[in-house]
Structures are given as structure tokens and as C-alpha cells.
């Protein structure tokens, strides 16, 4: 079992940046990828950004340029930085991870609130 904690959501004005975290915990040495997805008022929930266990990124083409996902495994800790925000990027974002021996399932953190507004 893992468990997801994501931080850091918040208010903020157009053009402006944020910073959000998610620790884990638990069977921590079996997490694989990692990732942040977003899911704004009556829509679905859509990638934003993963991550390997090597590094490799990939990222949804509304946020190329402007988002970096990274994760420092010493602290267990996935971020999502965030800068030159919009309007749009305003949703509840959750980070997950797949993770397990042998048989692996995802997992999900319980969201925290990013709005966009002036």
C-alpha cells in the first residue's frame, strides 16, 4: 500500500507560479512512475505531467514550457512546478503513482485545489 499526500495548491493571479508537492508513503520502494493529472469543474481528469524512475519527463502539450514535474527519492516527494499560470490551468490536481512487486496498481492522492484567477 501507498499512500499520496499532495500540497501546496492555492490562489493565484494570472502569470503568477506555484509550487505543489505530493509525499508518499508506505511501500515506497516498490512506487515506479510517477505523475500529476487535473480535473477542472465538469470535465475529466486529464495528464499533466509524469515521470520514470530515471527522470524521463512527459508532458501535456498545454503546459510544455511552463510546468516541470521532478522527484527527489530521498524524500519521497514528487513536485509539479508551475509558472506563467492561466486562467485555464485551474483544477484540482492530483498526483498518482504505480507501484507494487510483482503485480502493480495505481494509486491516488486525494487532490488539492489550484485556481487561477484575478
Not at 505531467?49 to 503546459?63: E, L
Not at 530521498?74 to 498518482?96: F, G, I, R
Request: charged share 15%.
Amino acid at each position: 500500500q501507498v499512500q499520496l499526500v499532495e500540497s501546496g495548491g492555492g490562489l493565484v493571479q494570472p502569470g503568477g507560479s506555484l509550487r505543489l508537492s505530493c509525499a508518499a508513503s508506505g511501500s515506497i520502494r516498490s512506487i515506479n512512475n510517477m505523475g500529476w493529472y487535473r480535473q477542472a469543474p465538469g470535465k475529466q481528469r486529464d495528464l499533466v505531467a509524469t515521470i520514470t524512475t530515471g527522470g524521463r519527463t512527459n508532458y501535456a502539450d498545454s503546459v510544455k514550457g511552463r510546468f516541470t514535474i521532478s522527484r527527489d527519492n530521498a524524500k519521497n516527494t514528487l513536485y509539479l512546478q508551475m509558472s506563467s499560470l492561466k486562467p485555464e490551468d485551474t483544477a484540482v490536481y492530483y498526483c498518482n503513482c504505480w507501484a507494487g512487486v510483482g503485480v502493480t496498481r495505481l494509486y491516488w492522492g486525494q487532490g488539492t485545489q489550484v485556481t487561477v484567477s484575478s
